[in-house]
């Protein structure tokens, strides 16, 4: 397996970085984690090399995270982070592209995939409704304490963000559109995005779908971490 480090431009010219797994498999899963996350954060080196057993994977930081760029605008402008890293894989001529993305990118997995045609399938995990409308209880145990046992000084001293002020929009309200297969996952205990906004886009969406929700399950990242094994085999049997 190869890992390699690579920065990409957006559109409106912000620095996107990435980490690229290439075992030369010809399918490729492209792999957002949500805020205050990044690609080298010890839980998404993790996930990114489960996934790389099996298929070539990119990892990215979104702007204002880690080592890419800018601010981070909480989905009004990632669609173009997004955009560049499909951009990427497409030139390297992988058949397939799947988008696995975690809390608010779990948000951009939809918002990406509900405009893109290039997107062969999609899980969301932990993926809000509407952004305006998470509860992001930070204060309960379930919250607090995973962030503690996840601290991380380089990661969260790395994080940009730009007043929650821009135009978002809402996943529940492109769900519809999205054609390729998607696969919802949830923890029934999260406390920063509750199940019922995975559901409410498992049970809008028109596309071929599954949701998956996890008995005292937390939040995004957290569902790998706590049920690997059950996590991991619900992923691969989508994927395959």
């Not at 995939?113 to 409308?133: C, E, L, R, Y």
């Not at 000084?153 to 297969?181: G, H, W």
């Amino acid at each position: 397996m190869v890992n390699f480090s690579y920065n990409l431009i957006t559109k409106d010219r912000i620095k996107i970085a990435l980490n690229h797994y290439s075992n030369n498999h010809d399918e490729v899963v492209i792999i957002m984690p949500g805020w205050c996350m990044t690609k080298d954060s010890e839980a998404f080196v993790r996930i990114s090399e489960f996934f790389a057993k099996y298929y070539d994977v990119i990892c990215m930081d979104f702007r204002g995270h880690g080592k890419s760029g800018g601010m981070y605008t909480f989905t009004s402008l990632e669609l173009m982070d997004v955009d560049a890293v499909v951009r990427y894989a497409r030139k390297k001529n992988y058949k397939k592209i799947y988008l696995a993305g975690f809390s608010l990118g779990g948000a951009m997995a939809v918002i990406y995939g509900s405009k893109s045609i290039f997107i062969d399938k999609i899980i969301a995990v932990s993926a809000p409704a509407d952004f305006d409308k998470i509860e992001n209880k930070m204060w309960k145990k379930e919250a607090w304490g995973e962030t503690f046992r996840k601290f991380e000084i380089d990661r969260f001293i790395s994080i940009r963000p730009y007043p929650v002020i821009l135009k978002k929009i809402k996943p529940i309200d492109v769900i519809e559109r999205i054609k390729a297969p998607t696969l919802f996952i949830a923890g029934e205990n999260d406390p920063t995005v509750y199940s019922w906004h995975t559901k409410a886009l498992y049970d809008k969406a028109n596309c071929s779908k599954q949701y998956k929700e996890y008995k005292d399950g937390c939040h995004a990242e957290d569902l790998f971490l706590h049920f690997e094994d059950d996590f991991s085999k619900l992923c691969l049997d989508w994927l395959n």
